[in-house]
């Protein structure tokens, strides 16, 4: 199991790569949430589906996918769509794109755990499938990642609304369909602000 600084690490080696340009696309870094992650995935079984966003290199880590090789997709380009069905990991850079099949994929009999961020969770895709989870009784779980920003916004101002107390942050809710925590980033919404990327 990865510790919160062998997290730390794989971030600071991989900003290292993309400050030196060797990687040629967009890269949204983790950081600030390692502890609550490493909790979470203390519940997440090998056998259950993750179903990520573009801020997706922990969850990789934490469910199991190799150093080495998530690493070299980042380096490849992949940072935003790290995809290896064979360990039933599933992203996209989509907002929301994951919420109906993560459904679907909990209708067909997995469990399921899909991450969100608070961006996400203020949207109707989000409240939809929620209420088609609860509904139906689906083995899924979504969780919000709550920084207070959608992009660079704080996410009050641009929806209205406290999103965590719309959700119920930090609590188990609607059975445990709801799970939400909140942390701080340590990176920039989108690269390191050191130099244009197109």
């Known amino acids: 199991m990865f510790t919160a600084t062998d997290l730390i690490a794989f971030e600071t080696e991989v900003a290292g790569h993309f400050a ?25 079984k090998r056998t259950d589906y993750v179903l990520s ?3 997706n290199h922990y969850h990789a880590l934490l469910h199991g996918i190799p150093r080495e090789r998530v690493l070299a997709d980042i380096l490849a380009g992949k940072s935003m769509t790290l995809n290896y069905p064979e360990y039933k990991f599933l992203t996209s850079a989509i907002v929301g794109g994951t919420l109906p099949i993560a459904c679907g994929l909990a209708a067909g009999g997995e469990r399921v755990w899909c991450f969100v961020g608070d961006m996400c969770a203020s949207t109707g895709a989000f409240h939809d499938a929620v209420q ?8 899924v ?11 660079n916004t704080p996410t009050k ?12 942050c930090s609590k188990v809710v609607c ?17 390191l602000s050191q130099r244009v990327q197109f």
């Open 132 to 139: 088609y989870a609860k509904g139906h009784k689906l083995p």
């Open 141 to 151: 779980t979504f969780i919000v990642e709550d920084n207070g920003l959608a992009t």
């Open 175 to 191: 059975g445990n369909v709801i799970w939400s925590y909140q942390y701080q980033r340590t990176y920039p919404h989108v690269g």
């Open 20 to 44: 030196a340009a060797e990687i040629l696309s967009p890269v949204h870094f983790s950081g600030g949430n390692e502890a609550p992650l490493i909790d979470i995935f203390k519940k997440i």
């Open 157 to 168: 101002e641009t929806w209205g609304e406290d999103v965590c107390k719309s959700v119920t």
């Open 53 to 55: 966003t573009w801020r």
